[in-house]
Nanobody
């Protein structure tokens, strides 16, 4: 059974940094992505990474601030720098249906429990 274990959320002031981790018990054959959902908003794809660690995709609002990476054990990290209040959301790790990466939640079929990120101004 595939498992995703997320960690690293928390509260930080604007301009600060957090690093999220997602340990995935899979072979290195599927895309892994990070999504987020703020109260009253739809789930949004934040970043995704192909098997092997590249290429990577980012939503426009986080480009230059967030970095997704993936190690040989399929732990995926989301380094979040220069955080803004609008980054506040529940962040979810997810495994893609195939190796091909997108930022669309319909293309992911295994989801973690989520980790809360709160950025105060």
């Amino acid at each position: 059974q595939v498992q995703l274990v997320e960690s690293g959320g928390g509260s930080v002031q604007a301009g600060g940094s957090l690093r999220l981790s997602c340990a995935a018990s899979i072979y290195n054959t599927e895309c892994i992505g990070w999504f987020r959902q703020a109260p009253g908003k739809e789930r949004e794809g934040v970043a995704s990474v192909y098997p092997g660690g590249s290429p990577t995709y980012y939503t426009d609002s986080v480009k230059g601030r967030f970095t997704i990476s993936r190690d040989a054990r399929n732990t995926v990290y989301l380094q979040m720098n220069s955080l803004r209040p609008e980054d506040t959301a529940m962040y979810y790790c997810a495994i893609g249906r195939t190796w091909a990466c997108t930022l669309s939640s319909i293309d992911f079929n295994v989801w973690g429990q989520g980790t809360q990120v709160t950025v105060s101004s």
